[in-house]
């Protein structure tokens, strides 16, 4: 069980949270190769310092390959699938 996505379906993942006040979260996420389904209720923002993965929004199938150095939000309420291809490293901010 992964603390910041729930079940990755086996997938091995860890995420250490550095910040948890109020509507606020911040910390780490590293996950190995492999996909899993994601329905994530709060908005997400994540920099991506290793690896690559793919975002793919449920609702219409946009796909967004993130390597390092790049910046993604997710809005509230936000489902899909994320694709490790190599282990990743994030940071992440939640507001809830």
Known sequence: FDPLYGNTG???SASNTFYNVGPTQVGIWACQPGSFEVAYGE???FHV???VMFVTDRSDGTSKRCV???TVMLPKGWSGYIDVVEPVKKVFTVAK
Do not use: A, K, L, S
Request: glycine share 24%.
């Open 49 to 51: 310092v290793e690896g």
């Open 43 to 45: 908005r997400q923002w």
């Open 68 to 70: 390092v150095g790049d």
């Open 10 to 12: 086996g997938v091995p």
